[in-house]
């Protein structure tokens, strides 16, 4: 490359001062974004605006000419990212096409820590009311997914089929070896890879923290490991520096966030986030965090204006001296998610709120203590993270926008905060709480659903769906002893069969013979009185 001569090449970006805008390029968007793309903007009432346009091409001709490697052309910021001297950056600086040139990285190794570890832990079943409550095919993940009310989803068909779903993080490790994922593959669902810090569309021989995070929203294992949307498509793109921890990350993931929307990608998810680097001249402060000065907050304002719906992990610095959100977690219509356990507690790592100018956030939380993740030497182990509570929490998000596809992606926004736990109560250490599929529904249709969460009932059905004549009652400790009868109603309150109880019992055999296919109410009776749950018969 001819700036090689002018020494050490660093990267860079350069906003250029204006763009060829006209109705007739404003009015046929085809030769800059996918149909796939301008069908979601045409269904959600989104028009084509001067920022969608491609820059001026003879600008970025320019720079080439003048011996930068012009590696990106961003639409949203009107500029280039590209790799040249410091020498000849100030040359491209005082051309009259660019407003201003600003450092992202140089090459060499990081020097601080980075921000997304996680923590991870053996495996172990978990165990409630006394009994070890496992759904034989989610496994161990069984309370992840019933927390969400996913299970519940999957049952009544909603698995992410139909949605795209970009993945940006730090790289996806032997993704594509991975059992767990043979699924995705096999049927032609990752759409698309691409490393955008090294050019190149290998993006499984980096960091694993990517498979780990794409592992809690695709995985499909049965009886191990189940994803909350694992019929999905997937766009799997990397976007950090795994040598360096420099603002050029933000860049990157601003050409990932672009990408997707060409694209026609539905929902993206980062479980990642900022606020220190190598260079502390690039660090934020506190007061910054306001959803609109950040560098990445800034892109992914723009890109929930496009369509998509933005997910992203609140943080891990709940116990450090940080002790506040990640960008771009602060920007407003970005879906901030904080991470709980198992018992619905806010997880003492998770980033509270509130933002800069003092909104609630996170807006919403999920699993991500102790919940089951896919590692890239392919073993299910129980990880911690806010990483892990964002993509679970992106894949129920698309299994209700599969349920409900009229929706626009800031109404899909309002109703995963509408059916959170605590949607009465907001605050900026859960936000509108743990959303579920269920209140989703009933937020939705504005009609209260028969079906609760799995977490709240007070006995569980095996196996369930079901085709089998025969299906197990599992009441927990405090009602073993004490059921009177169970009965099979239809969902409307019909009568369809009772069974009378005799003996104790921690396990009740229910006799379906000849029932039907269809949604039933099961009802027990007890002396602590009555509870409800739904079996499905396939």
Known sequence: MASQGFGQVNRYFAYFTDKPVSDELLANPQGYLSQRAIERREKQGIDILEEDLPVNGEYVDSLTALGTDVWYRSRWFNGAYFL?????????????????????????????????????????????????????????????????????MHRQGFKGEGLLIAVVDAGFKDADQLDFFDHLYQDGRIVATYDFSDREENVYDDAEHGTNVLSVMAAYQEGSLIGSAYEASYCLFKSENTSNEYREEEFNW???????????????????????????????????????????????????????????????????SWKALLFPADVETV???????????????????????????????APGASLYVGKSNGNIIKGSGTSFASPILAGLAAGIWQAYPDM?????????KQAG????????????????????????????????????L?????????????????????????????????????????????????????????????????????????????????
């Open 84 to 152: 040249a001297s410091d020498s000849l950056s100030q040359v491209v600086n005082g051309l009259g096409f660019v407003d201003s040139v600003v450092f992202l990285s140089p090459n060499g190794p990081s020097q601080v820590e980075r921000i997304a570890g996680e923590a991870f832990q053996g495996s172990q079943k978990i165990k409630r009311c006394g009994i070890l409550l496992e759904d034989p095919l989610y496994g161990p993940s069984t309370w992840q997914m019933e927390m969400l009310g996913a299970d519940e």
């Open 421 to 456: 736990s605590q949607v009465s109560t907001p605050d900026s250490e859960l936000g509108y709480g743990i959303p579920t599929f269920q209140r989703a529904q009933e937020v939705v249709t504005g009609v209260p659903s028969p079906v609760l969460s799995q977490a709240d």
């Open 458 to 538: 007070d006995f569980r059905i095996f196996p369930n769906p079901t085709t089998e004549s025969q299906v197990y009652v599992v009441p927990c400790d405090e009602l073993v002893g004490k059921v009177k009868a169970i009965e099979v109603l239809t969902v409307s309150g019909g009568f369809v069969r009772k069974q009378n109880m005799l003996g104790e019992s921690d396990a009740i055999l229910l006799d379906l013979g000849g029932i039907g296919k269809g949604v039933f109410l099961i009802r027990l009776m007890s002396e602590e009185g009555t509870f409800v749950n739904v079996l499905v018969r396939t």
């Open 335 to 365: 879906l901030a998610v904080g991470a709980v356990g198992s018992d619905g507690d806010k997880a003492s790592f998770s980033s509270p709120g509130p933002t800069a100018d003092g909104r609630f956030k996170p807006d919403v939380a």
């Open 408 to 416: 626009t992606s800031l109404q899909l926004l309002d109703v995963m």
């Open 254 to 320: 601003l050409m990932a966030a672009e990408r997707a929307d060409s694209m026609g990608v539905d929902i993206i998810n980062t479980s990642l986030g900022y606020y220190n680097f190598d260079d502390s001249s690039q660090d934020y402060e506190k007061e910054e965090l306001d959803g609109k000065t950040a560098i990445i907050s800034k892109a992914a304002s723009i890109a929930s204006q496009k369509g998509m719906l933005i997910v992203n992990a609140a943080g891990n610095e709940g116990n450090s």
